[in-house]
């Protein structure tokens, strides 16, 4: 399975959160497109819709097991797909900023 790690994570860089609502609203990374994993297959569209045609999609959860189902589906679908290893606590916990719903500093649950 293709990761990353946070830290080679580019502003610009196309985020997938997998992880489900309430985790969502407590805390993400801004920006990030949101599709839970309980969701993923009936909304595939949208994922195609907002995703790069030409770059790579970087999948983010909590820790990296959801994300980790995602990356290798979407690589079965022929998309440059990567799990962001360690996920949104990483991502927390090396700083980079974490908003939630309303857009206001939040938590990763």
Same mark, same amino acid.
């Given at each position: ?6 830290? %080679? ?5 196309? *985020? *997938?959160? +997998?992880?489900?609502? %309430? ?7 801004? #920006?990030?497109?949101? !599709? ?16 790069? &045609?030409?770059?790579? +999609?970087?999948? !983010? ?7 980790? &189902?995602?990356?290798?589906? *979407?690589?079965? &679908?022929? !998309? %440059? ?7 949104? &606590? ?8 974490? +908003?939630?719903?309303? #857009?206001?500093?939040? !938590?990763? *649950?």
């Amino acid at each position: 399975m293709p990761t990353v790690e946070v830290a %080679d994570l580019k502003d610009d860089d196309f *985020l *997938l959160d +997998v992880r489900e609502d %309430d985790e969502w609203r407590a805390g993400h990374a801004e #920006g990030a497109l949101h !599709i839970p994993l309980s969701e993923f297959v009936a909304r595939y569209g949208e994922f195609t819709e907002a995703a790069p &045609q030409d770059g790579r +999609v970087h999948v !983010i959860c909590r820790s990296g097991g959801r994300s980790a &189902q995602v990356a290798m589906y *979407l690589v079965q &679908q022929g !998309i %440059d797909a990567v799990n962001v290893d360690g996920g949104m &606590q990483v991502w927390a916990a090396e700083g980079r900023p974490v +908003v939630n719903a309303e #857009g206001e500093p939040g !938590i990763v *649950l």
